[in-house]
């Protein structure tokens, strides 16, 4: 646990300038956690407790945005790791989905990918649009002239939650497989999936 503010950890961050609604990368002292709050106990808990082991055993990356006009606030954060969109073994809607913007020649069994595994805004950050800005700084990221990676798709294993869905469909993403498909898919029932796979284009940037 490590949300008792003592130091800095090996925590990656930025600060979320509330006067220009923009963001920005800093180089201060890790903020404190411990009174992030976004609404979800499990998102809660891994910022809390659970992120700097992932990032310890590089499991995945997590960037913390604050308010340096209230005492550095934590705001949001996000969690992102390798991974890769594999079309070999999905239905053929699916596939076609995918591949649908890519030339024939071009087709892969699995395409570079980078999975966005945890994301939240504090609950007194929410509606004030911080989540599509957020959303818009990883694609950007991973879209400039100084991307380091091929990185073709934006996955998220979205919380099985009208809110949250209604959330990424705004931001462009789009179901992997209908509901019924990816229930079969997963041998589970429609009721039964936690979680549904999303996946952005990058290319809808280029």
Same mark, same amino acid.
């Given at each position: 646990?490590?949300?008792?503010?003592?130091?800095?950890?090996?925590?990656?961050?930025?600060?979320?300038?509330?006067?220009?609604?923009?963001?920005?990368?800093?180089?201060?002292? %890790?903020?404190?956690?411990?009174?992030?709050?976004?609404?979800?106990? +499990? #998102?809660?808990? @891994?910022? *809390?407790?659970?992120?700097?082991?992932?990032?310890?055993?590089?499991?995945?990356?997590?960037?913390?945005?604050?308010?340096?006009?209230?005492?550095?606030?934590?705001?949001?954060?996000?969690?992102?790791?390798?991974?890769?969109?594999?079309?070999?073994?999905?239905?053929?809607?699916?596939?076609?989905?995918?591949?649908?913007?890519?030339?024939?020649?071009?087709?892969?069994?699995?395409?570079?990918?980078?999975?966005?595994?945890?994301?939240? %805004?504090?609950?007194?950050?929410?509606?004030?649009?911080?989540?599509? +800005? #957020?959303?818009? @700084?990883? *694609?950007?990221?991973?879209?400039?002239?100084?991307?380091?990676?091929?990185?073709?798709?934006?996955?998220?294993?979205?919380?099985?939650?009208?809110?949250?869905?209604?959330?990424?469909?705004?931001?462009?993403?789009?179901?992997?497989?209908?509901?019924?498909?990816?229930?079969?898919?997963?041998?589970?029932?429609?009721?039964?999936?936690?979680?549904?796979?999303?996946?952005?284009?990058?290319?809808?940037?280029?």
């Amino acid at each position: 646990m490590y949300s008792d503010c003592d130091g800095p950890t090996i925590i990656f961050y930025t600060t979320f300038i509330n006067s220009t609604n923009s963001l920005r990368f800093t180089a201060q002292s %890790v903020p404190c956690f411990s009174d992030f709050n976004c609404g979800n106990a +499990d #998102l809660n808990e @891994f910022l *809390k407790n659970d992120a700097l082991p992932f990032q310890s055993q590089l499991l995945g990356v997590t960037y913390v945005f604050t308010d340096d006009t209230q005492n550095n606030q934590v705001v949001c954060f996000f969690t992102i790791s390798n991974d890769g969109l594999r079309v070999d073994t999905l239905y053929n809607s699916a596939k076609k989905k995918v591949n649908k913007s890519i030339p024939h020649p071009k087709h892969m069994r699995v395409y570079p990918a980078v999975k966005i595994g945890r994301l939240g %805004v504090d609950e007194k950050y929410h509606s004030k649009g911080i989540g599509t +800005d #957020l959303m818009d @700084f990883i *694609k950007k990221w991973f879209t400039d002239g100084g991307n380091k990676t091929g990185c073709k798709f934006l996955l998220v294993d979205a919380y099985n939650d009208p809110n949250v869905l209604k959330y990424y469909e705004r931001n462009g993403f789009v179901y992997l497989m209908n509901t019924d498909r990816e229930a079969e898919y997963y041998r589970k029932k429609e009721e039964e999936l936690d979680t549904r796979i999303m996946f952005f284009d990058l290319m809808q940037l280029i």
